[in-house]
């Protein structure tokens, strides 16, 4: 079974399109996050939930939104893609706020034309 | 705003040679860990280094993180095409799992 599982796998729209990424993790954990990956694979996380609340929230445009319909499952909601916005998503959990290790999702290829 | 910078950013060696990656700040951090990344997949965990003069050993690679909680290296022995990836360090920021990742490190292991 996979840990932690997004779709799509891959993503690819025009300028100016709402997407949405789900993600679903099946290890019992309470803290999900998003990280988004450039060209350069720096990584750097957007957010975070813990138990469907709002943890970490970083500079991020709000044209991007996270919904936690339950612990389980962390999708990413983008509005008005943009170019820059082209980029690999990738979910993550921890057992909770606390824990060090995060385990991570196969990412989504998003590809803004 | 707390920064990792990895070096090398690109390794190429041959097998059987030994390398070491650094990933340094002007920051302390509570911990610190390791994380592999191959193509099209999501980072893995390799450790977590907590304690200042910390050393990890996983068979062949051997992780240390400095004594001010400022840096780690990681070294390899005897690498093998296996250990092709991109190796990451991130730093735990607030003590609340916000991981600040540096930029890695792409190591390719030659036969």
């Known amino acids: 079974d996979t840990a932690v599982s997004q779709t799509p796998k891959y993503l690819v729209t025009q300028m100016g399109n709402d997407k949405s990424i789900k993600c679903e993790q099946n290890l019992g954990h309470d803290t999900m996050y998003w990280y988004k990956q450039d060209s350069k694979k720096f990584l750097k996380i957007m957010f975070s939930?813990?138990?469907?609340?709002?943890?970490i929230n970083e500079t991020v445009p709000n044209r991007f939104s996270p919904k936690s319909p339950d612990k389980a499952h962390l999708n990413l909601h983008i509005n008005s893609l943009e170019l820059g916005d082209s980029a690999v998503y990738f979910c993550a959990s921890s057992r909770d706020r606390r824990t060090d290790t995060q385990y991570f999702g196969p990412g989504t290829r998003l590809t803004v034309l | 705003t707390q920064l990792l910078e990895q070096s090398p950013q690109f390794l190429s060696i041959q097998e059987g040679e030994n390398l070491t990656v650094y990933c340094n700040s002007s920051s302390v951090f509570s911990s610190l860990q390791w994380y592999r990344q191959e193509p099209g997949e999501g980072p893995v965990l390799l450790v977590t280094v907590v304690t200042g003069g910390e050393v990890k050993k996983l068979k062949r690679l051997t992780f240390q993180f400095g004594d001010a909680r400022k840096d780690s290296s990681l070294h390899i022995t005897a690498a093998q095409p296996g250990d092709t990836g991109l190796y990451l360090c991130?730093?735990?920021?607030?003590?609340?799992?916000?991981?600040?990742f540096g930029a890695g490190t792409r190591l390719a292991v030659h036969p």
């Open positions: 939930y813990n138990n469907k609340e709002l943890i």
């Open positions: 991130a730093g735990d920021a607030g003590g609340y799992n916000k991981l600040i």
